[in-house]
């Protein structure tokens, strides 16, 4: 295959499928319907041409049987006045228009058979063609809903473009939430530490660490309250709990005296009278 043969086989190529991407079935079996529709008008029109054919050619012989009954009668008149020449001449007329009847007879046999040919071919195109028009109907409808299923289908799914595109405006809007929001955050931080100044209250870099030092010192005097208060009370629960057990002891003594006398405690040790020398 030649160069030529190839880049004309390749620009055909992409034509066809160019133009299957383009073609609507339903124009084309309307268009098709058209052409044969063009076709039965041309064979109709053919077979009133031959009918007209037909009927001119009876027309003709028609006249050509006046004729011929005329000469007939003049041959006889001329028998009748005894000129047998006349007669003659009348009856080699009739027989000439006899010869043209003969011919016009065989055409209009040809004609009529012609024309009965033409009137079954029409017949059998006409019903083709609403055989055409039923089938190009149907193949139409279905055409229809296939396509309306279709795009249904492709609107459900988001393949159509439409969902497509609202499909990706809707990522770009949630990826721009997401940036502006990160921004945000991070100059609130930024504010928050003092590498960006706010416009609405303008405070300078030495301010910053003032307030830095003050909020310091407030912890500061916050945390010493808390060890004060914290060492205040520890003393005063130590000296509840001494004066508690020298009262259990005083009680103790007591009943020990109360007792009658020089008792051993528990452990074996003599116990002394209050007031009394060990």
């Known amino acids: 295959m030649g160069v030529f043969s190839r880049i004309a086989a390749i620009f055909q190529a992409k034509t066809n499928k160019v133009l299957n991407r383009v073609e609507d079935p339903r124009d084309t079996l309307d268009l098709s319907y058209e052409k044969q529709l063009e076709s039965l008008t041309k064979v109709r029109r053919s077979v009133a041409d031959v009918a007209t054919a037909r009927k001119r050619i009876e ?15 003049q041959a006889k008149a001329a028998l009748g006045q005894g000129n047998e020449p006349l007669a003659r001449e009348a009856l080699s007329r009739r027989a000439a228009i006899g010869e043209q009847l003969g011919e016009l007879e065989t055409q209009h046999a040809q004609v009529t058979e012609q024309q009965e040919k033409l009137v079954e071919t029409s017949q059998r195109l006409q019903g083709q063609v609403e055989q055409f028009r ?46 502006m929001q990160a921004r945000a955050g991070a100059i609130d931080e930024l504010l928050a530490s003092g590498a960006l ?68 405690s528990v452990s074996g040790n003599p116990v002394t009278s209050p007031g009394k020398d060990n």
């Not at 028609?62 to 005329?70: E, G, V």
């Not at 945390?223 to 208060?229: I, T, V, Y």
């Open 59 to 73: 027309l003709q012989a028609a006249q050509l049987h006046k004729q011929a009954d005329k000469l007939q009668e």
């Open 134 to 179: 039923t089938r190009k109907e149907t193949l139409k409808a279905s055409y229809t809903a296939a396509q309306a299923q279709t795009q249904v289908g492709e609107a459900i799914s988001g393949i159509s473009k439409s969902m497509g595109d609202a499909g990706g405006a809707m990522q770009r809007a949630q990826d721009k939430i997401a940036s």
């Open 197 to 264: 100044n706010d416009l609405d209250r303008p405070v300078d870099d030495i301010q910053a660490q003032l307030d830095k030092v003050s909020a310091g010192t407030q912890v500061d005097s916050e945390l010493a309250a808390l060890k004060a208060e914290l060492a205040a009370s520890g003393p005063a629960a130590a000296l509840g709990d001494g004066a508690d057990d020298r009262t259990e002891d005083a009680e103790i003594v007591g009943g020990t005296a109360t007792g009658g006398g020089n008792e051993e």
